[in-house]
């Protein structure tokens, strides 16, 4: 079975900082590779999505990820990070060719002053 | 307005009680899905819907129902609630071209006491 982890439920940083969000998955099939953002008191909404083509992919305010088949890994990455990016930040995986959206726990971006 | 609506937003019940959670869309998407979120867990798949004759269960199905009363609307309901089943439940939305990319409600915390 698919499952996707996300091994730190927490992560604080100074602003201005690099940071990265670690994700694993482990499939034995093609998956398509996602993350999303979650603000506070808000719903989820779609950072970006892998699904085929340049392994790098990146976002409208800066963030990117990079498809690592060999070692099953999906991490996010953004280089400096504003206050603004506090948020809770979840990856995500669909087998190709299913519906089912499989989402990991979750990780919480503290970004301090 | 918001293009994924949940009412109630918020709602305290009693163990023992049948509630029931809305969501309407505007988006015309066909698929429509119902997550419920724990803290350390991420989101867990309930229920979803491809159209209004096709509903499929999630992972964690037992001591909910779902109603798909027309493309637009997906009813989410406990027929005696319990107090495990206190969390934030999401509603979410998928038009069938694109891949992955959710579109969620805003949320309903459910409170059991």
């Known amino acids: 079975a698919q499952s996707v982890t996300q091994l730190d439920s927490q992560v604080p940083v100074f602003e201005e900082a690099p940071v990265e969000l670690r994700c694993n998955y482990s499939?034995?099939?093609?998956?398509?590779l996602f993350w999303y953002v979650q603000y506070p008191n808000q719903g989820l909404q779609l950072l970006l999505k892998y699904l085929s083509g340049s392994t790098l992919v990146k976002s409208i305010n800066g963030f990117e990820a990079e498809f690592n088949k060999s070692q099953t890994s999906f991490h996010l990455r953004k280089p400096s990070v504003h206050i603004s990016d506090t948020a809770e930040y979840f990856c995500a995986v669909i087998l190709y060719n299913t519906d089912k959206l499989i989402f990991g726990t979750g990780t919480r971006l503290q970004v301090f002053p | 307005d918001a293009d994924v609506t949940q009412t109630p937003r918020n709602r305290i019940t009693k163990t023992g009680k049948r509630i029931m959670l809305e969501c309407s869309q505007t988006k015309g998407h066909d698929r429509m899905y119902w997550y419920r979120q724990d803290p350390g867990l991420g989101l867990r798949l309930i229920y979803y819907?491809?159209?209004?004759?096709?509903?499929n269960k999630g992972e964690i199905s037992d001591g909910y129902s779902v109603s798909r009363q027309a493309q637009a609307k997906f009813s989410l309901s406990l027929e005696s609630a319990i107090p495990n089943q206190t969390a934030l439940y999401f509603c979410?939305?998928?038009?069938?071209?694109?891949?992955?990319?959710?579109?969620f409600g805003e949320g309903s915390r459910l409170t059991v006491l």
């Open positions: 979410a939305t998928r038009s069938v071209s694109n891949t992955g990319e959710l579109f």
């Open positions: 819907s491809f159209d209004v004759k096709d509903i």
């Open positions: 499939s034995s099939v093609s998956v398509y």
